[in-house]
C-alpha cells in the first residue's frame, strides 16, 4: 500500500493552476457481486487535456467509462462533469449533460438499419432540431469530409471496412461538438497502421474541435500518440498517474510491464 | 425452501416482463413522443406484413372450405357452406391464425433486432447521445404492433373470404354476391365485435414479448437466436392463453 501511494506521489503531474476542470471523479467505487472492479479511483481531467486509462484487460477501464456517462451506476462516490454532479441529476438533465460529452465505443455501435447519413443525422435530429435539411446535409458533409470518408455517406455499415467504421463512429461522436469525449480502445481490433490513422485523427480532431478525451486503452501505442497524460488502473485503483516518459522511465514492475 | 430452477426461471422470467410491461405503461404515455418512429415503425410491422398475411389467409379460407365441404353435403347443408366458413373465419381462425403469423414474422424480428442492437453496443449507444432506448425502440414497436393486427386481421379476413369464395366454386356455381350476402346475413356485430378487440390484446403481447426478449439479450450472437426463438414461442403460447382468457369472457358477457 505504502509503494503504490508513493509511486502515485513521484508520479503526480504538474497541473497548471487555475486551469478549468473538465471532469473530476473522486473516491469512485463499483463492485460486481464480490468482484471489486473499482476501488476509491481518483482522476481529474483538465480542459483541453487527454488523459489515457491503461490497463489489462479485465481490470475495469470499460466499467469506468460507463459509469462516467452513467451506463452505470457507481457504488458510491462521486463524478462531475462540466460542474454538474451526475448522481444528483434528473434524466432530462443527464441527457442534456451527454450531448455535451460523446462517447466511442470499442465496437463502434454504428446503427445497423441506417445508412452512414441517417447515423450522423440522428444525434442532429434529436437535439438540434431547429437546423434546417440543407444545415443538417452540411454538418453531416463537414465531419465526414474531417474524417475523410464523404463517399460513404450513402452507404450502409456493414459495408464498411472495422477502420472506416471507426471513422464514422467517430464522425457521429463528433457532429455534436462535444466538449469530452470518452474513447473505450480506440484502435482494438485493428491493424496497426489503421489503428495509428485513427490516433493521429484522434489528435487531429481533438485540436480542432478543441476537446478534452478520456482514452481507455491498452494499446501503449495509440497512448504514447494521444496522451497527454496517462493514468494507471491496476487493482481497481489509480495505481500511478503520470506522463508517457515518467511512467516509462519508471522501475516499478507493474508500471514496467506495460511498457516492455 | 428452494424452488427448482425450472420453476425458478419461470418466476424470474415473468417478473421481469412485468416489471417491463409496468415500465412500457409508465413511459408510454409521457412526453417525449416518438412519433414519426412510430409511424415508420407502423409501416415496417403492418405494411411490410401485408404480403404474408394476405397470403396465408387466402390459402386459409380457401383449404378451410374445401375441407368442410365433404362433411357440409354429408349433413346437407352444403348451402350453409359460406355461413360456416364466414363465422369460423371472423370469430377465431383468423384472428388466431394471423396473430400466430404475425408472432413468427414481427416477434422474431423485433426480438432480433433489438437483440442484435443490445449485444452490439447500439442501445447504449442511443442512450449515451441523450435519447430514451425504451421509449424510441420499445414504446414505438409495442404501440405499432398493437395497432397494426387488428388491421391486418381485418385485411386478412377479408382475403381469406375471398379464398373461401374461390373454393365454394372449385367444385360448384355460387355467385360473388351471394355468396357474400350469405356471409353477411350470417353475421352479426357479437360475432365481429370481440373477436376484433383481442386483436389488440394479441398485438401487444407480441410486440411487449419480442420488445423484452431482444432488450434483455445477452451472450453475443447465441443470445440474439435465443431471443428471436423465445419471442415467437412465449408470443404464440399467450396467444392462446389470451384466446382462451377471451373466450371465457365473452361467455360471460353472453356474446356467444
Redesign the interface.
Known sequence: MQAEETILEELKPTRLPGKEMALSITHLYKSFGDNHVLIDFNLQLNRGENVAVLGKSGSGKSVLI?CI???LKPDKGSINILGRDIEDLS?REL??V??R?G?L???N?????MTVRENLE??LR??WIKLTTAERNEKVTEVLKNVGLVHTIDMLPAELSGGMRKRIALARTLI?EPEIILYDEPTTGLDPITGKEISNLIMELGEKYNTSAIIISHDINCIHRTADRIVMLIDGKCYADGTYDALKNNNDIKVKQFFE | MVLPNTWQRFLDETGGMSRFTGRFFSQAFKPRYEFSEFIRQCFIIGYKSLPLVGLTGFIMGLVLTMQLRPSMISYGAESQLPAMVGIAIVREIGPVITALIFAGKIGSSIGAELGSMKVTEQIDAMEVSGTNPFKYLVVTRVMAATFMLPVLVILGDAISLYGSYIGVNIRGVTSFDLFFKQVFDALSFDDFFPAFIKTYFFGFAVGIVGCYKGFNSNKGTEGVGRSANSSVVVSSLLIFIIDLLAVQIIDLFGLN
Do not use: C, N
Open positions: 460507463k456517462i452513467g451506463l434524466l441527457d442534456e451527454r450531448t460529452v462517447f465505443f470499442q465496437s455501435a454504428l446503427y445497423d438499419s440522428f444525434p434529436r437535439h455534436l
